[in-house]
């Protein structure tokens, strides 16, 4: 007679057994897709849509499409950095921080995470299209085909891949604000509720999330140079790796913010308060960069990476709560 005690105690170990291994796998998927990279490039893009002067903020229509951006959003930037680790399969390996990745580990392989990557972002920017408009899906298709198949070679090649990658980077700004607008051309004006816009507005928020990645990555690249330099990645601005010279391109950078930072507030995006906000911020990222002009060594980075960490959720936020009262 068989035992039904041993049968019970095989199932629930069969049944555990599948349930950490479908936990594994969701795991990967959310790494395939760096979630929280990814996170924060669809945060800006949501913030720049509900920054559009035809966005009711407070509107149930509006939280719907704003969940219908998030997904679609989530999607894009999925596809991308997906085949950003397949692609990078061999270099992640060979880094400590990238070495746990998925197709890096062997954990999936490179024609997989290329599935992942083609379903997802022909469904993102399918619905790009379908729940917004043809321009904001065009932005996405050409965001996603600039990171997955310029920046990520390019790397390799040149340390312009930084000014290349800066693109996509910034883009999600722009293709929230079409996203709500329908407006890409830069020149003229367009009514709102019988006020007057610049069709330019949805550049100056580009231009500010631009501008934000040269100091932000190369602190980045100088906390992680050992990294980089065993993977090959050019990604400094001098090839004798953390200078002088890249210090100061990241104070220029952060120096040429300031400015830019006072558009919105002149281009009627935001209010007054918004402007001493963003000001402040713009200076904290100078003083930052210009201390590690100064001290040139690692802390001194990691001080403006944190910086940057903090700098672009404070000045989205401080606009789009500037703009709701």
Same mark, same amino acid.
């Given at each position: ?19 950490? %291994?479908?936990?594994?796998? *969701? ?13 924060? *490039? ?60 998925? *197709?890096?580990?062997? %954990? ?21 299209? %379908? ?26 090649? =040149? ?25 890409? =051309? ?6 709102? =509720?019988? =006020? ?47 200078? %002088? ?81």
């Amino acid at each position: 007679m068989v035992n039904k005690q041993y049968i019970v105690v095989d199932n629930l170990n069969t049944s555990s057994s599948t349930s950490l %291994r479908v936990a594994q796998k *969701v795991k990967d998927y959310f790494q395939l897709m760096k979630f929280t990279l990814s996170f924060t *490039v669809v945060f800006s893009c949501v913030i720049c849509y509900l920054l559009a002067p035809n966005v009711q903020v407070n509107n149930i229509d509006t939280v719907i499409k704003v969940i219908e951006l998030f997904i679609a959003g989530m999607l894009v930037t999925g596809s991308a950095n997906a085949i950003n680790q397949a692609v990078e399969k061999d270099t992640d390996a060979l880094m400590k921080r990238t070495a746990k990745r998925p *197709v890096a580990a062997g %954990r999936m392989t490179q024609d997989e995470a290329y599935i992942f990557a083609a379903i997802a972002g022909v469904i993102g920017v399918v619905m790009m299209y %379908r729940v917004f408009n043809m321009s904001s899906a065009l932005l996405s298709a050409f965001s996603l085909f600039l990171y997955a198949f310029i920046y990520t070679p390019l790397k390799k090649v =040149n340390s312009i891949a930084v000014l290349v990658g800066a693109l996509p980077g910034a883009l999600p700004c722009l293709i929230g604000w079409v996203a709500a607008t329908n407006i890409i =051309n830069p020149y003229g004006v367009f009514e709102v =509720n019988g =006020n007057i816009f610049s069709n330019g507005a949805g550049w100056v928020l580009f231009a500010i999330q631009f501008l934000w990645q040269f100091p932000h990555f190369w602190a980045i690249a100088w906390v992680a140079h050992s990294d980089y330099s065993k993977a090959g990645f050019k990604l400094l601005p001098a090839d004798k790796g953390p200078t %002088r010279f890249t210090a100061i391109q990241a104070v220029m950078y952060s120096v040429l913010m300031i400015p830019v930072g006072i558009l919105p507030y002149l281009f009627h995006i935001s209010g007054q308060v918004s402007l001493w906000i963003v000001l402040a911020c713009n200076i904290g990222m100078v003083v930052q960069s210009l201390r590690l002009y100064k001290d040139m060594n690692v802390k001194a980075a990691r001080r403006v990476m944190f910086s940057s960490y903090i700098y672009l959720p404070v000045v989205l936020l401080a606009l789009l709560a500037d703009k709701m009262n």
